[in-house]
């Protein structure tokens, strides 16, 4: 079970939000790259970045600060980045600036055939982000909620041949209430590709139930808030995934 740190961006700085409210940013660090390099030097084997600027303008805004952020961690690790990302152009300059995974959310539920000429192109480099509320898909920074069925859509992506799918319960997102396991496990199991799960990841009792469900096909989890204000600590929550996994092999 790998466990990444997001870092989100807003104006340069990063930041969390709470239920994906640029209202409720709180700034946590002006330096992203220096944000980047403590969590690589604490053990990450992986980067979480969002552009939240470019998610609500639909194209990206954040682009120096990501560039920043891939000089700093260099090959070392790798990088996944969301946010803003509406057409192939802007995938392949992301990609040659250095992110190895480029995540398209709205975009993909809104154009899937952006989504499927992505996947043709870059393959191996396209996750689709899934951020749902009662099962029912949200775009648009979640501001709206589609009537599309979230595994579903997910079984549909993955047939284009994305790399995994992250998936959002968007109502936990920022709160610190706990990962929603079971929906989680619902969608994996629905699945043949590596679910990521997101949104609510708050102490080492969630990185205990994830681990508990890696074999269900929840490779990774993303998470943010709970790393920043002190509720987990990283390297101990991986320390705690990567034992828990070797005591299951």
């Not at 954040?62 to 969301?82: F, M, S, T, W, Y």
């Not at 590596?194 to 074999?215: F, H, K, R």
């Amino acid at each position: 079970m790998l466990l990444i740190p997001a870092i989100d961006l807003k104006d340069g700085h990063c930041v969390r939000l709470k239920q994906g409210e640029m209202s409720e940013a709180t700034v946590f660090s002006e330096n992203p790259a220096e944000m980047a390099r403590h969590w690589l030097d604490a053990g990450a084997r992986r980067l979480h970045l969002v552009d939240l600027n470019g998610a609500f303008a639909g194209k990206p805004v954040n682009h120096k600060v990501v560039r920043a952020i891939c000089e700093e961690v260099g090959d070392d690790i790798p990088v996944q980045l969301g946010g803003g990302i509406r057409d192939l152009d802007t995938i392949e300059k992301y990609l040659d600036v250095g992110i190895d995974y480029v995540i398209l959310g709205t975009a993909a539920v809104r154009n899937p055939g952006l989504l499927h000429d992505a996947c043709s192109a870059f393959p191996g480099h396209i996750i689709v982000g899934l951020d749902a509320k009662n099962g029912k898909v949200a775009v648009d920074g979640w501001s709206k909620i589609t009537k599309h069925d979230v595994i579903d859509l997910a079984q549909k992506f993955e047939d284009y041949g994305v790399e995994a799918v992250i998936y959002t319960d968007i109502g936990r997102d920022g709160m610190l209430t706990g990962a929603n396991i079971e929906a989680t496990v619902k969608l994996a199991r629905a699945l043949r590709i590596p679910v990521i799960a997101s949104g609510g990841v708050t102490n080492l009792a969630d990185i205990e139930a994830l681990a508990a469900i890696e074999d269900e096909g929840v490779s990774a989890a993303i998470t943010g808030r709970a790393i920043y204000q002190g509720t987990l600590d990283f390297a101990a929550g991986q320390a705690l995934a990567d034992k828990l996994a070797g005591q299951r092999s």
